[in-house]
T-cell receptor, first 109, second 114 residues
Framework: KQEVTQIPAALSVPEGENLVLNCSFT??????LQWFRQDPGKGLTSLLL?????REQTSGRLNASLDKSSGRSTLYIAASQPGDSATYLC????????FGKGITLSVRP | EPEVTQTPSHQVTQMGQEVILRCVPI?????FYWYRQILGQKVEFLVS????????KSEIFDDQFSVERPDGSNFTLKIRSTKLEDSAMYFC????????????FGAGSRLTVL
């Protein structure tokens, strides 16, 4: 059974800092991995999707990498801003998504 | 940009009542899903639906739950007799021609069972 882990559960950083959010998964037989943002009480906003054959994807200040063989993905956020404060979820896809519990990020002005 | 639409955004119901949550997926999508998120917990898969039938369901999706695509556009989740523990945010998602495509999620329907 696929398990997705995100550690730590919460992170607080000062504005401007570059940061890395980690995600690990137990079964490397995946189609792709998706990173989502969730604001409190709100829905899921897709940030980046990495197919299993890809190593990384970039969108603006966000860069996501995937190492399928070791079961790891990272989401890199450059020059963090208070507006980046949210919960970041990773999910692996093998016909259905299996989610991690998320990392709640707080960026202090 | 095409989006997945869910109604209602919030529903409050009494325990034992039937609830229907509605979703309008993106029009040319073929795969449809329901997920739920109990407050403070992980987003969990409930069911996937393709070609007018359930393709996979989780152990959460017991006989109290059913899904339907009654008219080719709406995709509904019915909970026959709600329990307190059904209180959660329910997300609908859809996917294009391939399960490896990106899933697009709706904004969610918050269900509160009293």
């Amino acid at each position: 059974k696929q398990e997705v882990t995100q550690i730590p559960a919460a992170l607080s950083v000062p504005e401007g800092e570059n940061l890395v959010l980690n995600c690990s998964f137990t079964d490397s037989a995946i189609y792709n991995l998706q990173w989502f943002r969730q604001d409190p009480g709100k829905g899921l906003t897709s940030l980046l999707l990495i197919q299993s054959s890809q190593r990384e994807q970039t969108s603006g200040r966000l860069n996501a990498s995937l190492d399928k063989s070791s079961g790891r993905s990272t989401l890199y956020i450059a020059a963090s801003q208070p507006g980046d404060s949210a919960t970041y979820l990773c999910a692996v896809n093998r016909g259905k998504l299996t989610f991690g519990k998320g990392i709640t990020l707080s960026v202090r002005p | 940009e095409p989006e997945v639409t869910q109604t209602p955004s919030h529903q409050v119901t009494q325990m034992g009542q039937e609830v229907i949550l509605r979703c309008v997926p993106i029009s040319n999508h073929l795969y449809f899903y329901w997920y739920r998120q109990i407050l403070g917990q992980k987003v969990e898969f409930l069911v996937s639906f393709y070609n007018n039938e359930i393709s996979e369901k989780s152990e959460i999706f017991d006989d109290q739950f059913s899904v339907e695509r009654p008219d080719g556009s709406n995709f509904t989740l019915k909970i026959r007799s709600t329990k307190l523990e059904d209180s959660a945010m329910y997300f609908c998602a859809s996917n294009g021609v391939n399960v490896a495509n990106v899933l697009t999620f709706g904004a969610g329907s918050r269900l509160t069972v009293l």
